[in-house]
């Protein structure tokens, strides 16, 4: 039974929310502006509908390029039943969420689960949403709520005595605001959809083509002044002094703000020990910083370098490592199955069929997000506003708050479009420095970093060195497998992920860890840990496959047997693909599949090396079981920016420390693929399992993309290329 | 020093160090911020902006070089966001994080207005300078095929 619950109060309460919602921080122009604002009622925090039945649904997570901006009002508008042309995208209050117990219940932006995780409580908004426009209008009309339909924006009944009668959600917003239903109904299953599952143009395409969408970078508050930041260029490093005389009467100079660290090892997003420079313009405090002496204490990074590390990574991958059951408890459960550890390496060792590898390497990376980490804080004494480049809104918040000693119901942090995440969102201290300089010079200050200071100070993906020996049984499959990565200190995760819980299922298997020592910074990296390990894992297996004189692809199909959403990807391969390990010299092609994010991605590459060694991909062939796609369009696009994110690492990617600092800082010396680098032909395959789940899709594609061009390389030429950057080598 | 820059056919009188970018005259002082900033050291194009009909790196260009030429941003582009390349960049869902398709758009416009149907090769010379992180190379390439495509017509 559903009832209508109007009292004034109860309206009164949520017009004022409402408003409140709306009046927060400073407007931008987006998509929402056809909104008749302050007449729009609030339904529920998700959504507000106005007069003219133009529906504004409400995104916790930040749009930067992969598309939440478009599949978040999708799934609310989908329960909705609105058509999406009446549909617009409006940003959530942080401040709001954060001060009101979660209301958006994350405001997190990774790990690709927007949709997959994410999508119970946002079709649950939309679906509560029409049913109290449904009672709603029963109550208005007199009718029993069954009899009122819900569709396309429309409220219809067969009134016995008068009729049809019809009005748009938009005439019973305020009213269907003030019911509370007795039970909520329950969210549409996929074949119901008539939204979901549709090529869909994401929302804010148009405003990407004009120079219009606003970025941290574009914000500008009346008073602002610039600031250019420095961090110890060896990381852990501290601040010992610097000469603000020598650069004080430059052009523009204001002050220079020392930025205090007050941990010992900051963690990933504390403010780290610094110093700038505030001036009228951007330029002049970044001539000013470049200029200034400054002595620092660098710490005991000092002492490490890419060689020290490589040295230190061979050492440890020469002895046993750790042993490594699962990776958080909650993975591994394959490599657990009848497994007697401890005698994994006596049987490899009694056999007379060992393969022995040899060790793999991933080096670390950078993000490089186009646009570089910026923020623009304006800190007054009862108020405190910031932009930033953040994956989190509400994490960026408490932080502000946390860095400030401010209570969070007066900061206010505002979303604003992303150049790009990738990870780099999460850790990250610029809203910080921006924070605390802003509060030191008692004006708005916009903080952006050189490319250089971003390179620099970013939180890296880590190294990862891996290796591993087998024993093969009589049907040439591995009968023992012993893995041993090494990773880096603070995430072990980022050297498991992807190795430690792989499908291919050996009846002894064993997999060991060790770690090196490193200073630098790390942090999420678009697939973190797979993105690394199955470049690793995937040419072992090709290994294995050759040593035991089985086709690879035939060998993946055998070795995982039983497990449905990995047969479905690598039938469709074998079916679509043309498959061959043949196709003369000087061509080859490659296969890998690596799963992450609850989705299955495999990859053939067809590539061509040229005799002097160059690289050239000619085709890349995707089959993906993600299970439910909601957006085939973005997802088949996601899977392109994926596959191409990662291919620009392994082609040509690899930071170099020297002396604790990276040196490779700008895009002269960090190379990215470009136009011409890029593969002709890309095709990407939706593999949808009959025994559907949801899996992500902002990252899948990526991790199985390198080792399926590092096989096809070895059909090509019999070389086999065991470390990135591929274009180093030698062919 | 005051320096004179005609940005989308207006004159904008400026009194800025003449050795300051262009890039941040056009974002800073003018107020013009679909032009962006990437690197510094003219590799990723971000900051691209077409003078004199050719696309140049505005992050290390002078502003004094520019004094007196005709320069064009994003804004100029289109009153309505439907000069063809525009076009072509919605139709074909080009962008995704965005940021640095205002170069991408003004170096495909200078292409087109001297190479009005290019091939392949002639788009990956004049876009190895613009760099994007989201990796829409493809659909890049696509869209400055449509927009050849739409101009003819």
């Known amino acids: 039974m559903k009832h209508m619950n109007l009292t004034r109060r109860s309206f009164m309460k949520i017009t004022t929310s409402a408003a409140g919602g709306l009046a927060v921080g400073i407007h931008f122009p987006s998509m929402a502006e056809a909104s008749v604002e302050g007449a729009a009622a609030e339904i529920n925090a998700w959504l507000t509908i106005d007069p003219n039945n133009i529906v504004s649904i409400v995104t916790p997570q930040t749009e930067m390029g992969q598309g939440a901006f478009t599949a978040v009002p999708m799934m609310v508008a989908e329960e909705l039943d609105i058509p999406w042309e009446n549909v617009r995208h409006v940003y959530a209050s942080a401040n709001r969420h954060v001060n009101n117990d979660n209301l958006y219940t994350t405001t997190s932006t990774g790990g690709s689960t927007t949709v997959s995780r994410r999508h119970p409580y946002m079709m649950q908004a939309g679906a509560s949403a029409r049913e109290r426009l449904r009672v709603a209008a029963a109550n208005r009309w007199q009718v029993p709520v069954d009899k009122v339909t819900a569709k396309q924006g429309w409220l219809t009944t067969e009134h016995d005595e008068q009729g049809t009668l019809q009005g748009t959600y938009g005439e019973f917003a305020a009213e269907a605001a003030a019911v509370t239903l007795d039970e909520e109904p329950t969210i549409k299953a996929y074949g119901d959809w008539w939204l979901l599952g549709r090529d869909v143009p994401r929302l804010d395409v148009p405003l990407k083509t004009n120079g219009t969408a606003t970025y941290p970078i574009d914000v500008s508050v009346p008073g602002m002044v610039h600031a250019a930041a420095m961090a110890c260029p060896v990381p852990e490093g501290r601040l010992v002094s610097y000469d603000f005389e020598a650069v004080r009467d430059m052009p523009g100079v ?478 | 020093m005051s320096i004179t820059l005609n940005i989308n056919g207006q004159d904008h009188l400026i009194d800025v160090d003449p050795q300051m970018p262009l890039l941040w005259a056009i974002r800073e002082t003018v107020g013009l911020t679909g032009t962006k900033f990437g690197c510094g050291i003219a590799q990723c194009g971000n900051c691209t902006v077409i003078v004199d009909g050719n696309a140049v790196r505005s992050c290390n260009t002078p502003v004094a070089a520019a004094a007196g030429k005709a320069i064009r941003t994003i804004e100029g582009v289109s009153e309505g966001n439907d000069h063809p390349v525009q076009q072509a960049w919605q139709e074909l869902t080009v962008p995704q994080c965005g940021y640095c398709q205002s170069g991408q758009i003004m170096s495909a416009v200078a292409l087109l207005e001297k190479s009005p149907d290019p091939t392949d090769n002639e788009i990956d010379k004049a876009m190895a300078g613009n760099i994007c992180r989201c990796g829409t190379y493809p659909r890049i390439r696509a869209a400055i095929h449509r927009a050849a495509e739409l101009s003819k017509t």
């Open chain 1, 254 to 731: 204001i002050a220079a703000v020392e930025l205090e660290q007050v941990k010992e090892v900051p963690a990933f997003t504390d403010l780290r020990s610094g110093v700038a420079i505030v001036a009228d313009s951007w330029y002049q405090a970044q001539n000013a910083l470049a200029v200034m002496p400054i002595v620092w204490d660098y710490g005991r990074g000092v002492a490490i370098s890419t060689e020290s590390q490589m040295a230190e990574a061979m050492q440890l991958i020469s002895q046993p490592g750790a042993l490594v059951l699962n990776e958080d408890g909650n993975v591994g459960r394959r490599l657990d199955r009848g497994v007697n550890h401890d005698a994994v390496h006596g049987i490899i060792e009694a056999s007379a069929s060992q393969v022995t590898g040899e060790v793999y390497y991933r080096p670390f990376e950078t993000h490089a997000t186009m646009m570089p980490p910026c923020a623009v804080a304006d800190v007054k004494d009862d108020r405190v506003d910031v932009w930033t480049f953040t994956q989190d809104i509400a994490r960026s918040l408490n932080e502000v708050a946390d860095q400030l000693g401010r209570d969070t119901e007066n900061v206010f942090l505002h979303q604003t479009y992303l150049g790009g995440g990738f990870g780099g969102g999460y850790n990250m201290d610029v809203h910080r420095q921006a924070a605390a300089i802003s509060a030191a010079v008692g004006r708005p200050v916009k903080v952006v970093r050189s490319r250089e200071e971003d390179v620099a100070q970013d939180s890296q993906r880590p190294p990862v060195w891996g290796t591993y020996k087998a024993a093969l049984g009589e049907d040439g499959l591995p009968e023992a497998l012993v893995t041993h990565f090494v990773g880096e200190e603070k995430i072990p995760a980022f050297s498991q992920r992807g190795v430690a819980n792989m499908p291919y299922l050996v009846p002894n298997r064993r997999h060991e860890y060790s770690a090196v020592q490193s200073h630098i910074p790390i942090g999420y990296h678009r697939a973190p840990g797979a993105n690394s390990t199955g470049f690793i894992v995937e040419q072992m297996v090709d290994e294995l496959a050759q040593a035991g004189g089985w086709d690879p692809l035939e060998w993946r199909i055998k070795m995982t047997e039983g497990n449905e959403p990995w047969q479905r990807v690598l039938l469709a391969m074998k079916e679509k693909s043309g498959w061959t390990t043949d196709m003369g010299r000087g061509e080859g092609m490659g296969l890998a599949v690596v799963a992450s994010h609850g989705t299955v991605a495999g990859c053939v590459a067809t590539v061509a090396v040229s005799r002097r060694g160059q690289i050239f991909i000619d085709k890349l062939d995707f089959y993906i079981n993600s299970g439910y796609v909601i957006n085939p369009l973005a997802a088949r696009e996601q899977a392109e920016s994926s596959a191409i994110w990662e291919m620009s690492h392994a082609m040509y990617g690899g930071l170099v420390i020297r002396d604790g600092r990276i040196v490779n800082t700008n895009f002269d010396s960090y190379q990215v693929m470009k136009m011409a680098d890029t593969p002709p032909e890309i095709v990407v395959h939706l593999e949808m399992s009959e025994d559907q789940w949801w899996g992500g899709l902002g990252e899948p594609t990526g991790p199985p993309t390198p080792p399926a061009v590092a096989n096809a390389i070895f059909y090509a030429t019999g070389t086999r290329v065991r470390s990135t950057p591929l274009a180093n080598a030698e062919l």
